[in-house]
């Protein structure tokens, strides 16, 4: 059950075409601010150091946005015969998916304690979601992200295992198409990792005027 938070002091405009990426800086992670800036087609990325304890938030909204389709997904024979060796679970273990996803190991790490802090109240109030895929007891991977409306925003993924994530990925597609309606996931940019998958990319706009529809979707039974 989604429990709406206090609605934000800060307000999320409409962005200006020709806009970069990056569309403001500051604010804070409360969860009525990030449930605004997502349904206004803006996510929260800190700049500079992850290890600072306040350092700036960034609010992004790409000029080319990566999208998946439900029914775009790739998956080859491979991957689907590999996928089957995990079993799916959905909110079992949300704290260790983003602390997975957050592992400063990582290239790129960009998980901050705000933010890992930010998306655990986000979850304890039914609107941020994991997908894991498991190994016997072994957390093998997963993804995680915010459903609003008819978009699944995904924030990261990560994996122990080979195409552990690709699994958690199949899996949340698998779950989301068996909710009826229309319905978008939404991972920010394109890779080519995610290409190979189904990732496409839509323009701003594009992406925004499918956003206002999405909105009206009945949410997902998690």
């Known amino acids: 059950m989604q429990v709406e938070p206090p609605t934000t002091p800060w307000v999320f405009p409409p962005v200006a075409p020709g806009t970069d990426d990056l569309v ?21 990325m800190p700049l500079g150091d992850v ?24 998956v080859s024979r491979s991957l689907r015969k ?10 079992t273990a949300f704290a260790a998916v983003v602390d997975g996803c957050a592992d400063p190991a ?14 655990l109240e986000l979850h304890r109030l039914g609107w941020a979601h994991s997908v894991e895929a498991w190994a016997g007891d072994e957390l093998a991977g997963g993804l995680y992200g915010v459903a609003v409306g008819g978009v699944f925003a995904g924030e990261s993924m990560f994996h122990r295992h080979r195409d ?6 199949i899996g949340l597609v698998e779950h989301l198409s068996a909710q009826g309606g229309e319905r978008l996931i939404d ?6 990792h995610l290409a190979t998958l189904g990732v496409v990319e839509i323009d701003r706009a594009r992406y925004l005027r499918r956003l206002a529809a999405l909105l009206e979707t009945p949410p997902a039974f998690w």
Not at 82 to 91: G, K, L, P, Q, S
Not at 106 to 119: K, L, N
């Open 24 to 44: 403001a800086i500051g604010a804070d992670l409360e969860p009525g601010t990030l449930l605004a800036a997502y349904r206004a087609g803006y996510f929260p």
């Open 106 to 119: 990582r290239d790129g790490a960009w998980i901050s304690e705000q933010i890992r802090a930010a998306y």
């Open 164 to 169: 552990a994530s690709k699994a958690a990925l």
């Open 51 to 74: 290890d600072e304890p306040d350092g700036d938030i960034g609010w992004w909204s790409p000029q080319r946005r990566g999208v998946l389709e439900l029914d775009g997904l790739k």
């Open 187 to 192: 991972v920010q940019w394109q890779t080519e």
């Open 82 to 91: 590999t996928a089957r060796r995990f079993e799916i679970r959905i909110d």
